[in-house]
């Protein structure tokens, strides 16, 4: 009973079809609750590294989809859901097959949403669209949309104000707007929101729960200070871990390799203008023309070649972005606490 062991739900759920089959034969509807509970399990599970889970998962939706279409109902709502879970393992393959499929199955799902007027949905299908095309040429994920991002934080927000900021579905729809957050370089809210959400649901749900793991995770990630740099093996990122005030430098790790290999890499200290800021908050100091930023927080969100300058975005909403030099800029390893 407890649904937040991932491989007991999964256990749970395959047994609960392997009842339905015995017990009641030829049940195409009856079939559904099981086969939509395999999916749950598998998708808060890590099938994204096990071909093996992404094969179940995909032999699931495809199973609900074939019960759907051959009960003659009309519960597009739960064929849709099979699409998007189907669209969902297929992308994880990352092959071109996998994500041309993907395309195929995520399309439908879009074009169900639009025809009953879910306009919201549909935006957020398309940006998962744009994300495996993408993927499959081989560019930057683009960012989403000042539009499309909007539209997910006001469907956070909603969630909040109907159901509580700690009920799961809430939890979820805040994870989903984390994850925006973070491919469209809004990495302060981002990481900010990870932060709240994950105290919320270790206080709510406990420790062990999903949501909670699915959290923890995201928030490793968030803050994780990443910082790049040429060396004799080409353009390389490493893990910035701190800064040395008396050397005036930075210390990383790395270089990072894909998978990562913890034993070869090293801890070296570098100055200020030998790195890019890849994926970090920062902090303005030593500013004398614009010393009102001094101490400010934001995100890079551009490097200007031609000035040498950071375009930096700032938490206060009442400041513009403003471009910024290297030497005036220090990584923020710790937020400072909301004004």
């Known amino acids: 009973r407890q649904n937040y062991q991932r491989q007991?739900?999964?256990?749970?759920?395959?047994?609960?079809?392997?009842?339905?089959?015995?017990?009641?034969?030829?049940?195409?509807?009856?079939?559904?609750?099981?086969?939509?509970?395999?999916?749950?399990?598998?998708?808060?599970?890590?099938?994204?590294?096990?071909?093996?889970?992404?094969?179940?998962?995909?032999?699931?939706?495809?199973?609900?989809?074939?019960?759907?279409?051959?009960?003659?109902?009309?519960?597009?709502?739960?064929?849709?859901?099979?699409?998007?879970?189907?669209?969902?393992?297929?992308?994880?393959?990352?092959t071109r097959d996998g994500y041309d499929k993907a395309l195929q199955y995520y399309e439908k799902v879009r074009d169900w949403n639009k025809s009953v007027g879910d306009e919201m949905c549909a935006k957020g299908v398309e940006a998962a669209m744009d994300r495996v095309k993408s993927k499959r040429d081989g560019r930057e994920v683009k960012p989403c949309s000042d539009e499309v991002l909007n539209d997910i934080r006001a469907y956070y927000d909603n969630c909040v104000r109907e159901m509580g900021e700690s009920s799961a579905a809430t939890l979820q729809a805040g994870i989903s707007l984390s994850r925006a957050l973070s491919n469209s370089v809004h990495g302060l809210e981002c990481e900010r929101l990870l932060n709240k959400l994950a105290i919320i649901s270790r206080r709510i749900h406990g420790t062990g729960h999903e949501i909670t793991l699915d959290l923890e995770i995201d928030l490793d990630l968030c803050s994780e200070r990443r910082v790049g740099m040429m060396t004799d093996d080409g353009f390389k990122q490493y893990y910035a871990l701190r800064f040395d005030d008396e050397e005036g430098k930075h210390v990383v790790k790395g270089p990072i390799s894909n998978p990562r290999k913890p034993d070869e890499e090293r801890i070296t200290t570098v100055a200020v203008n030998d790195i890019i800021i890849i994926r970090a908050p920062v902090i303005c100091h030593g500013l004398k023309n614009a010393a009102h930023l001094n101490g400010k927080v934001g995100d890079t969100r551009s490097f200007d070649n031609k000035t040498g300058r950071y375009r930096v975005r700032f938490e206060d909403k009442s400041l513009k972005s403003a471009l910024v030099k290297p030497e005036n800029l220090r990584i923020a390893f710790d937020l400072p606490d909301e004004k």
Do not use: C, H, T
């Not at 089959?21 to 079939?31: A, Q, R, W």
């Not at 994204?48 to 019960?67: D, F, T, V, Y």
């Open 8 to 94: 007991v739900a999964l256990d749970m759920a395959n047994a609960l079809l392997s009842f339905i089959d015995k017990n009641y034969p030829g049940s195409e509807v009856g079939k559904l609750g099981g086969l939509g509970m395999i999916i749950d399990a598998i998708s808060i599970m890590d099938y994204w590294k096990k071909a093996e889970l992404r094969e179940e998962g995909k032999q699931a939706a495809n199973q609900m989809i074939s019960a759907i279409q051959e009960s003659g109902q009309d519960i597009n709502d739960q064929l849709m859901f099979a699409y998007s879970a189907l669209a969902k393992f297929l992308e994880a393959d990352e």
